[in-house]
């Protein structure tokens, strides 16, 4: 006897429903369906609890979503789940913003053609749309990313979402979308020699602005900057953290400079002595001591900016001491001592 195939006979049972239409039993025939392995039975489950309105599932889609997160390329290639899910939860009027946000910012690469594809962009801009649903503060912030996205498919269904709405802050974010295209057209046409630099420069002071207006909220934001390609960029982010002085400065800077991709310490050192933070400044003493001359000698530049402070002039002349050497005396003298 042949075995049965339950992934066909659960899509069997969905097409059967869908073609009776909506009964007194539906919602929970279609919770039970929703707990199944193949993310193919699942999404067409999704779907028809949209279309029919069954608000009673809600539960079972949002831990269908959670399920399908985990390995993801495997359980749900293509977002075959994920997708149909949150379609549905928009249509539900389900207004907690945590799903959404997880779904704006999940990228699932999978193999294609000998290389990779991203199948999670029109995930993310249906994420972004149902965040504009809900009573969310930073839901603005968020839809700013989307507008970035790396995937046009992305960019196109939140600036469709964008334009559904009346609020003054997407129309700011759809004008600035249009004017980012007048910059390229211009870019183009007049063949500028180096404009990497200059815009380098452009987005390290709006890096700056953002911790001077919001520090707490633009803090992860502005982190994600500090391994831009561009070195205005990346050294723009650093100094706005570090003159941030918020309590997690330090440890962002010092995770910064680790690691195969890791920033070089001479660039950190600046922001470091920025936080006037206890643990900051005990680094870079260790640097003065410890670590190779330019190293050093960057740092006790760097703690210029406690020349004024003679507990603090103390403590650095004795890690300089400790260390001796020409080069990193001189260079106390020269910012200590005249």
């Known amino acids: 006897m042949a075995r049965k195939d339950a992934s066909k006979e659960a899509l069997d049972t969905l097409r059967a429903m869908a073609q009776a239409g909506p009964a007194d039993d539906s ?6 369906l929703l707990g199944h392995r193949s993310n193919h039975v699942v999404g067409r489950a999704a779907k028809l609890a949209g279309d029919w309105q069954l608000k009673a599932v809600i539960p079972e889609l949002l831990a269908a979503f959670e399920r399908f997160m985990k390995s993801p390329v495997k359980s749900d290639p293509t977002c075959a789940a994920k997708r149909p899910i949150m379609e549905a939860l928009i249509s539900l009027g389900h207004g907690e913003p945590d799903i959404y946000l997880r779904g704006m910012r999940h990228v699932q690469m999978e193999p294609v053609y000998g290389g990779s594809e991203d199948t999670a962009a029109t995930l993310r801009g249906i994420s972004g749309e149902g965040l504009l649903g809900c009573r969310y503060t930073d839901v603005f912030l968020e839809m700013a990313s989307l507008l970035m996205d790396l995937d046009p498919r992305t960019r196109r269904i939140a600036t469709e979402s964008l334009g559904q ?5 997407a129309e700011l974010l759809l004008r600035t979308v249009a004017l980012a295209d007048r910059l390229e057209t211009a870019r183009t046409v007049v063949k500028r020699l180096q404009p990497d630099e200059e815009d380098g420069d452009i987005i390290a002071l709006a890096l700056q602005g ?9 803090l992860t934001f502005v982190a994600d900057f500090l391994h831009a390609d561009k070195s205005t960029v990346s050294e723009g982010a650093a100094l706005a953290i570090g003159e941030a002085r918020l309590p997690e400065s330090f440890s962002i800077l010092r995770q910064a400079g680790q690691g195969v991709r890791g920033l070089d310490l001479s660039m950190l050192v600046l922001p ?12 870079l003493l260790q640097v003065v001591e410890d670590e190779p001359t330019p ?3 960057a740092a006790v530049n760097a703690l210029g900016i406690y020349s004024g402070d003679g507990i603090w002039r103390t403590r650095i002349a004795e890690a ?3 260390r001796g050497g020409r080069q990193v005396t001189a260079a106390f ?6």
Do not use: K, N
């Open 27 to 32: 919602a929970s025939q279609l919770a039970a």
């Open 165 to 169: 709405t009346e609020a003054l802050p």
């Open 210 to 218: 953002l911790m001077r207006i919001a520090p707490e909220r633009s």
């Open 272 to 283: 470091m002595a920025l936080t006037r933070d206890d643990a900051a400044l005990s680094f």
């Open 295 to 297: 190293y050093a000698v």
């Open 320 to 322: 300089v001491a400790a």
């Open 333 to 338: 003298e020269a910012v200590f001592e005249t």
